[in-house]
Nanobody
Framework: QVQLVESGGGSVPSGGSLRLSCVAS????????MGWFRQAPGKKREGVAR????????YHHDYVAGRFTIAEDTAKRTVTLQMNSLQPEDTAMYYC???????????????WGEGVQVTVSS
């Protein structure tokens, strides 16, 4: 059972930055892909960014491209999400997820962290 532990959430004003981190307890076939999703109150969970671990391809959804960057430290089994130019619409619970395929939707992911809150004030 892979465990994912997130850190780095918080509250910032519009235009601010935050960096989220997710540490995986181990790398297995089920962590070939790791990614970040977010869910705002009353809305569906949506993808933010994902990557194939061990230096593989990265994907960023259009609404965060140019502002958010996903990265990996393979040796530390850690995936980070650097978030710049944050806007109030980025306010949500952010979840780290792992799966064997880097699909766009949450259904492709097997393991989930508990989530961290990101709040952006206007």
């Amino acid at each position: 059972q892979v465990q994912l532990v997130e850190s780095g959430g918080g509250s910032v004003p519009s235009g601010g930055s935050l960096r989220l981190s997710c540490v995986a307890s181990e790398y297995t076939q089920s962590t070939k892909c790791m990614g970040w999703f977010r869910q705002a109150p009353g809305k569906k969970r949506e993808g933010v960014a994902r990557l194939y671990t061990n230096g593989g391809t990265k994907y960023h959804h259009d609404y965060v491209a140019g502002r958010f960057t996903i990265a990996e430290d393979t040796a530390k089994r850690t995936v980070t999400l650097q978030m710049n130019s944050l806007q109030p619409e980025d306010t949500a619970m952010y979840y780290c997820a792992a799966g064997s395929i880097c699909g766009r939707s949450p259904e492709f992911f097997t393991y989930w962290g508990e989530g961290v809150q990101v709040t952006v004030s206007s």
